[in-house]
């Protein structure tokens, strides 16, 4: 089974888990069904993770080619000499320093390099989204059209089985020919097979 395969898989039994494999198209509808996979996915949290280390990657990058403030150089000025009453000598000085490097031109290979990685990311992590939306959303109505499928065959051997019941009855009156009796019975068994079917293949698709 291959990872797609798998995932698909986790995100139907995410959203049967809290609807009841008979009721899931009754009990969430397919955009919550959709919401909860979204948050839950192991896949999804995956690329999530690998799209903010690529950003923060670009981040890092983008700090090493902006300008920053140094330097050491000083001015300093001298007053004038006073006296205490001990008969030491007081001198008042002030200081002021300031540089600017230059912008790190070799930081411009490292910038474009993060800046694909997080495109590649950010692209990742979308066709992720759709993949998993897409493929639950196939789930949910295939689901529910195997639903529907096993409701109409039920319809269908109830009103079989109570057209059986006529016919026997006016074949017993004399009023409906064993042929067409014969006819009205092959129905209903053809409409149980159908039920027996439509019943296995939404088994099937709940086990898959």
Known sequence: ??????????????????????????????????????KQSPELKKAQANLSLAGASLQGSVGTILPHLSGNSSFSQRGPVTIDQNGHSNTYSTGLS???????????????????ARQSAG??????????????????????????AVEVARS????????AKRAEAMYQLGSLSRADMLKIQVRLIQNRVDLLSAESNLMTAKQS
Do not use: H, P
């Open 156 to 163: 269908s051997v109830k009103q079989s089985q109570e057209q």
């Open 123 to 148: 692209a990742a992590y979308q066709l992720a989204v759709a993949s998993l939306a897409y493929r639950v959303k196939e789930s949910f109505y295939g689901l529910a059209k195997l639903e529907k």
């Open 1 to 38: 089974m291959n990872k797609m395969r798998k995932l698909y898989l986790y995100s139907l039994a995410l959203c049967l888990t809290w609807a009841g494999l008979a009721n899931a198209a009754d009990s969430l509808t397919v955009e919550q069904c959709v919401s909860l996979a979204l």
């Open 98 to 116: 300031l540089g600017m490097s230059l912008v790190n031109l070799s930081g411009w290979a490292d910038i474009t390099g993060t800046a694909l």
